[in-house]
C-alpha cells in the first residue's frame, strides 16, 4: 500500500511539473505566435480547389522568430520573415510599440498537380512588439535582405536628471 502511495505522489508531482513547464513554454512563445489569416491576395488555396482526400489548407498560425536588442542610442528589432518582398511590409510605431503588418502569399512552382503537404502560413498578418524605450518615430529604418527584417528605431533623447545642490541653513 505505501508503494502504491508513493507512485500516485511521484505521478502528480510529475505532471505538476509538466504543466508548469508546459506555462513557461506557452508563456514565452506568445508573442512570437503570430495569427496568418488567409486573404484573395495571397493565393491560399480552398479546400474546394483541391479537392479529394489530400484538401488542406495552409496554417493559420505560424512563428515569426525574432530578436530586440538595444544599445545606448537605438533599438534593433529583427524578424525572419521568409518569402516575402519590401512592399508586403507596413510598419508603424506607436509610443513605445512595434507593429510589422504584411501580407505572404503563395508562388506555385508548377501549375499541374496539387499540393499534398502546406505548412507554410500564408495571407495577411500582424505583430506588435513592446519597445523597452520610448523611440524617434520620424527616424526608424528598416531594411530586408535574405528573409530577414531589421528595422532599427533611434532612441529619444532622455533628459538627464539634474543634481540641485541645496544649501540647508
Not at 524605450?133 to 533611434?154: F, N
Amino acid at each position: 500500500m505505501k508503494a502504491l502511495a508513493e507512485l500516485k505522489q511521484e505521478l502528480q508531482e510529475g505532471w505538476k511539473s509538466i504543466a508548469e513547464g508546459w506555462g513557461q513554454v506557452r508563456e514565452r512563445a506568445a508573442s512570437a505566435l503570430t495569427r496568418f489569416k488567409p486573404t484573395e491576395r495571397s493565393g491560399v488555396p480552398v479546400p474546394s480547389d483541391q479537392g479529394g482526400f489530400f484538401a488542406l489548407t495552409a496554417p493559420t498560425w505560424a512563428m515569426l522568430a525574432g530578436e530586440v536588442f538595444e544599445d545606448k542610442h537605438r533599438i534593433v528589432v529583427r524578424l525572419e520573415v521568409p518569402g516575402m518582398e519590401v512592399k508586403d511590409f507596413d510598419l508603424q510605431v506607436n509610443d513605445k510599440l512595434l507593429v510589422v503588418r504584411g501580407e505572404k502569399g503563395i508562388s506555385r512552382e508548377k501549375t499541374e498537380g496539387r499540393y499534398h503537404l502546406l505548412e507554410c502560413a500564408y495571407g495577411s498578418f500582424h505583430r506588435a512588439i513592446a519597445l523597452p524605450a520610448a523611440v524617434r518615430a520620424d527616424k526608424v529604418e528598416a531594411s530586408y535582405r535574405q528573409g530577414v527584417l531589421r528595422i532599427e528605431l533611434p532612441k529619444l533623447e532622455s533628459t538627464q536628471p539634474s543634481l540641485i545642490e541645496v544649501k540647508v541653513r
